[in-house]
């Protein structure tokens, strides 16, 4: 089993609420990423990171804004959220250009 | 165009059956490909890695044909846990980026 974790696991909020999602890993990767998926979709690359105090925007045009000040953890956050922002939140992490580790996921639900 | 397409499915088919499916890349510059396995509200996990020869882990068979730019996964003697979204992964050349094609579903039933 991967050692990813994402929390919270589910959330519900209203339009205009700022919002971090968290997402550490244990396994000392270097290379961290944030992706959005929609029911039935493909997923989209919106944000990644190669190392501390590195952070890069992905394929997807995303408001959402990440950090990465400590190796394990790569919160992402949403200033203020949108019903369009309602998705599912996946982190992943690798060591090199090969497999990636995914977290369990955030669901998130903007009223 | 899509960097990964694949063909949705679903595909619905008996237990034992050899169920087999496709996706096609558009960069010619990959090197790296994958199954990934998604099931139901759940995170994709890696399958297997797919190799210029071909490889083989157990009932699950991947193929690479580069000339044509298509990565295919056979399943043989299916089994109800094989139900799930199978999701092609080729890598962004000179990157650790990969690119996942929208998932093949498969579903089998008893």
């Known amino acids: 089993e991967a050692d990813i974790y994402q929390t919270p696991r589910y959330l519900v909020i209203g339009t205009g609420k700022k919002i971090t999602l968290e997402c550490s890993q244990t396994m000392g990767h270097d290379k961290m990423y944030w992706y959005q998926q929609d029911p039935g979709m493909e997923l989209h690359l919106i944000h990644y990171s190669y190392g501390v105090n590195s952070t890069e925007k992905g394929d997807l045009s995303s408001e959402s804004t990440v950090s990465r000040i400590r190796t394990e953890h790569f919160p992402l956050t949403l200033e203020s959220a949108r019903p369009s922002h309602t998705s599912q939140y996946l982190c992943?992490?690798?060591?090199?250009?090969?497999?990636?580790?995914f977290g369990p996921g955030t669901r998130l639900t903007v009223t | 165009r899509k960097e990964v397409e694949q063909d949705p499915g679903p595909f619905n088919v008996p237990e034992g059956a050899t169920v087999a499916f496709n996706c096609t890349y558009s960069?010619?510059?990959?090197?790296?490909f994958f199954w990934y396995r998604q099931d139901c509200r759940k995170e994709p996990k890696l399958l297997m890695s797919?190799?210029?020869s071909g490889n083989e882990d157990g009932r699950f068979t991947a193929q690479l044909n580069r000339a044509s730019q298509y990565i295919s996964l056979l399943i043989r003697d299916s089994k109800l846990s094989d139900s799930a979204t199978y999701l092609c992964?080729?890598?962004?050349?000179?990157?650790?980026?990969?690119?996942f094609g929208a998932g093949t579903t498969v579903t089998v039933r008893a």
């Open positions: 992964v080729v890598n962004s050349p000179n990157d650790y980026k990969l690119s």
């Open positions: 797919v190799y210029s």
């Open positions: 960069n010619s510059a990959s090197q790296s």
């Open positions: 992943a992490s690798s060591r090199d250009a090969y497999e990636q580790y």
